[in-house]
């Protein structure tokens, strides 16, 4: 029998993430994949929430750089995120796992109003809760979100799930083939060295909370899994080698 090493869990899916290859709208084969990995996760007795970006329908910095207002371009940026997570909402329901999708914008036709005890209540009967929309305020991250609700709802770890990519290196591995992935890096290590795991303000919070950081390659299977359990992946931020 497989023993998860946490208890609750955040995992940050890119919205290029849910659009395959492509990166643009949603890939349905994709988005299936995350969710039944997710589903053998909620079965090991894990609770599960999930904050999603909207990138695979729209990029604040693009429409920021063709001159429209940084404030309008993010919140149009945190509905992208809503259409992603009903669709990962669906996949899930499919395999048979409750879900709820919580908005930081109210949304009342199509989803709950976050509330974070409300949250907590989900997480504790066993349903997978989506965060979506951000924080609900621009000039925020989806990676800020997800420090943010991992602090409020006191998880465990932070799961970073990327496309392509099996951890932090110290340059881009798909334009220098000499790149040197990371095993291990601190908090400090991340924000001296600018390494792109999570913007300064989400690893700011992260690291005053002491939230530790799991970034890996979701593409392969069951790698969710696998990083639950505790197995060596991707690059861990926050700890020792021995805190992993």
């Not at 929430?49 to 920021?64: D, I, P, Q, Y």
């Not at 989803?111 to 997480?123: D, F, G, Q, S, T």
């Not at 465990?156 to 095993?183: C, H, Q, W």
């Not at 992946?233 to 926050?238: L, R, S």
Request: proline share 3%.
């Amino acid at each position: 029998m497989v023993t998860p090493k946490f208890r609750r869990i955040v995992l940050k899916l890119s919205g290029e993430a849910l659009g395959g290859i492509q990166s643009t709208g949603i890939d349905h084969d994709v988005v299936r994949v995350i969710a039944e990995d997710i589903r053998e996760v909620v079965q090991l007795g894990v609770e599960v929430a999930v904050v999603v970006g909207g990138g695979n329908f729209w990029r604040c910095a693009v429409g920021s750089a063709q001159g429209m207002d940084r404030t309008t371009a993010d919140y149009m940026g945190m509905l992208a995120t809503v259409i992603n997570a009903l669709a990962l909402q669906d996949a899930l329901e499919n395999l048979g796992i409750s879900t709820r999708v919580q908005t930081a914008i109210e949304m009342r036709q199509i989803a709950e109003p976050y509330i974070r005890r409300r949250a907590l209540r989900h997480l504790e009967k066993g349903r997978v809760v989506i965060f979506a929309s951000g924080t609900g305020n621009p000039y925020f991250t989806t990676d800020t979100t997800a420090a943010l609700r991992a602090a409020e709802i006191e998880a465990d770890v932070i799961l970073m799930a990327k496309r392509g990519v099996d951890g932090v290196y110290d340059s881009d591995p798909r334009e220098n083939p000499d790149a040197t992935r990371f095993e291990n890096l601190s908090y400090i290590d991340v924000l001296r060295s600018s390494l792109g795991v999570m913007d300064s303000t989400a690893t700011s919070l992260c690291m005053d909370n002491q939230i530790p950081i799991i970034v890996f390659n979701f593409s392969e299977r069951r790698n969710i899994v696998n990083a639950i359990c505790g197995q060596k992946i991707g690059t861990y931020v926050g700890g020792t080698p021995d805190d992993k």
